[in-house]
């Protein structure tokens, strides 16, 4: 956590409150595991350290799971090597669908929304289950949502799968969808500053924020394009 943190109420230790620790503002962030604690006993909120420190070496805590865009929002700074980072997509069924219900029934037995925003994160695999399963659904002609809703609950969690063994022409409107929808959000972004060197302080935070979540989307893009060119072969 940073320099706010939940402690128990003093008026009422079963409810907790939000108090700000100056101390903990002195931390920066690094990446690692929450430390902060409130002990009870002695009434006193703690910090462990994440290593060994030698006198006068700058204290590190973890901030806690938090994207780059929440970051620079909240606490002024971007973590160009964050592990949590992520953008945002934004994907809804629409009630006028004529296959809403149908989609809404299955989207259920997931236990996923209608209308959602779903991430997209760096490394080798940014495209989650929850966002594979409601694409999938997305797409789904009548016949196919009719075949899965008849199916156990645990059988539909296939959908969530890299490898849900379903139909090539299903996974391939899929993809297709993605690579559209990812494309969509990169053409949204400013096309790159030649003058990157002479920006502010608050225009050089907001270029690196770009830059991380156009990283982003190139790597999903390329994970996307990888698994629609298998499935065009297979």
């Known amino acids: 956590m940073s320099r706010q943190n939940t402690v128990p109420s003093s008026d009422n230790p079963s409810e907790n409150v939000s108090a700000l620790i100056p101390l903990w503002d002195m931390f920066n962030h690094r990446s690692g595991r929450l430390s902060t604690d409130f002990v009870k006993s002695s009434n006193v909120c703690v910090c462990y ?68 925003e779903f991430y997209l994160t760096p490394g080798p ?46 996974e391939t409107k899929c993809w297709e969808f993605l690579q559209v929808r990812i494309n969509l959000l990169i053409k949204q972004y400013p096309a790159p500053s030649e003058k990157a060197d002479n920006l502010s302080t608050f225009q050089q935070l907001a270029h690196t924020q770009i830059q991380l979540e156009l990283d982003i989307l190139k790597n999903a893009l390329v994970y996307v394009k990888q698994h629609l060119d298998v499935v065009l072969k297979s």
Request: proline residues 4%; aromatic residues 12%.
């Open 49 to 116: 350290a994440d290593g060994d420190y030698a006198a006068d070496e700058q204290v590190y805590i973890f901030y806690g799971v938090r994207t780059n865009a929440d970051f620079l929002v909240h606490n002024g700074f971007v973590y160009p090597d964050n592990e949590h980072d992520a953008v945002k997509i934004r994907l809804g069924v629409s009630r006028s669908d004529p296959l809403y219900s149908l989609r809404y029934r299955l989207l259920q037995t997931l236990s996923l929304p209608a209308l959602a």
């Open 125 to 170: 695999f940014p495209v989650d289950g929850k966002l594979l399963a409601f694409v999938r659904i997305f797409n789904m002609d009548q016949k196919t949502l009719d075949d899965w809703i008849q199916m156990e609950e645990k059988h539909c969690l296939n959908l969530t799968l890299l490898d849900g063994t379903l139909d090539p022409a299903l």
